[in-house]
Structure formats: C-alpha cells, structure tokens
C-alpha cells in the first residue's frame, strides 16, 4: 500500500500546475487620485493576482504603448504577461485570457461602469468586455459579458 501511495504522488508531481496555484504578476497603472483602481487591485489580489500598483499622471502614453482605441480607454491599465487589461476587467475573463493564450492584445471595459469590480454600488446593466484586437477596429467583438 505504502508503494502504491508514493506511485500514486509521483505520478501527480508529473502534471502541470495550473497557473494559478501560484499568483499572477499584475501591473496596474492608475492615476494617483483614483480610488476605484485601487478597489480593482484588490479585487485582482483577492482573485489570486500579485498587484504592483503604479500611480501616474501620463496614463494615456501607456495606453498609447499598447495602442489601444481612445474609445476603450478604461479607467487603469493592467498589464500582466504580454496581455493589457484595461478598465473594470473582471478576473473571469482574465484568466481566461492567460489560460486560453489568444491571439489579441487584451481586453477592455471602457469607462467606469458602476457595479464592475472596484467600483462598488449595485450592477445596473450586464458589463460588456470587449477585445482588444491586434489590428485596430471600428466595432470591437464583445469577449464577455458579466
């Protein structure tokens, strides 16, 4: 029996963990006034995310790094591996993005829509998150809706 419990760990000890047994490194840039990113933060790191925050008044030229339409500006910018996430993402949809790996630059939920994470208050309507694709669009594909 003690064999067959030592067989049965090793063989455990040869599959992948997933991503998440470990935390994700997350970079949020916000501006220093805002609150509500930082409500986003701890949202990210009560869903498993390592949350450096960045505050800084130039959070259009890391929007404009990772060339994202001013129509999907979202309230911070988080970046975490090559994905940026901006706005209100819920962490769903984030990781789904890293497990899944898609070909796009990441996500957004533009403006600040009350009831998103970090932004407290009760949800009035469902929240739309929408693709950030690596070729600019005129009418973004919605990823998900929460």
């Known amino acids: 029996m003690k064999y067959f419990k030592k067989l049965i760990f090793t063989a455990l000890l040869a599959f992948p963990i997933s991503g998440f047994a470990a935390e994700t490194t997350a970079t949020l840039y916000k501006n220093p006034n805002c609150g509500c990113c930082s409500e986003h933060a701890k949202y990210l790191e009560a869903n498993g995310f390592d949350v450096e925050v960045i505050d800084t008044n130039d959070l259009a030229k890391i929007k404009a790094e990772h060339d994202v339409p ?77």
């Open 70 to 146: 001013k129509k999907l500006y979202g309230c911070h910018s988080t970046l975490i591996g090559d994905y940026i996430f901006e706005g209100h993402v819920d962490a769903e949809s984030i990781k789904q993005v890293l497990e899944d790996k898609p070909s796009i630059k990441g996500l957004s939920v533009p403006g600040m829509p009350l009831g998103s994470p970090g932004m407290g208050r009760e949800k009035q309507d469902p929240i739309e998150v929408y693709t950030l694709t690596l070729q600019p669009t005129d009418s973004p594909e919605v990823y998900a809706t929460y």
